[in-house]
């Protein structure tokens, strides 16, 4: 039979944006409030539709500049400073009360990113370390407010994207300066996971990997103490053996 299309209902199509930075030493999360119904004033993660003439990677540089003033590219673009990549699809039939909608949500990350300022539909805009997030407090006369949308599982499921995936790739480098320490790299392993690692161990492995790391041939000693030798990401992408995460 031909193809109808006013057999089908309309919908429409979002992006949201888990966009993850280690700030103070822990994993931090981006959270917009929203300034527009529906969920008026609750936190929620960056995003919206999808425009007519975008494809995906588009919309979701475009809409975290947009509500955040933060700029991230396709990992194509070797000039950029942020990892961006697709994370899930998320289409639960009532997950948004105006109608029917479908989220592509992506994974953001980067390092030491700036104070954000709010734009587009959100309030105001801040770092906030993600287990406030996922598990935020309150009391009896004032409950704690969850995530506006479904933004707490799709927030979940980009955290634990990023914790699994350092284990055995390059993308704990994601979150480090162009050149970094094994101690800086050692401190980002530390706040996404949520541990503490054996200095030394932790130096063996991701020095075991050829082309993991790279000498620059250069020191710092910005983080105290003696100068300590200076890395970048080398053209390995894959950590062998990896190097997994302890039980917490």
Known sequence: M????SAFPPFAVTVDLVVLTVRRHALCALAVRRGE???????????????????????????????????????????????????????????????????????????????????????SVRWAPVESLLQPSGTEEDPPEPLAFDHGRILADGVERARSKIEYSSLATAFCPPEFTVGELRRVYEAVWGVVLDPRNFHRKVTGTPGFLVPTGGTTSRQGGRPAQLFRAGGATLLNPPMLRPDV
Do not use: I, K
Not at 48 to 75: H, I, S, Y
Not at 86 to 98: C, E, H, K, S, V
Not at 108 to 121: E, K, Y
């Open 2 to 5: 031909p193809y109808d299309p």
């Open 37 to 123: 119904p529906p969920f008026q004033g609750r936190w929620a993660l960056p995003g919206g539709f999808v425009r007519a003439d975008e494809d995906l990677a588009g919309a979701a540089a475009r809409e975290l500049n947009e509500e955040t003033g933060l700029r991230a590219q396709d990992p194509g673009d070797h000039t950029a400073e942020a990892h961006l990549e697709q994370l899930a699809t998320y289409g639960d039939p009532d997950r948004d009360p105006r109608m029917r909608v479908v989220s592509v949500a992506h994974l953001v990350l980067a390092p030491d990113l700036p104070s954000p300022t709010p734009g587009g539909d959100a309030d």
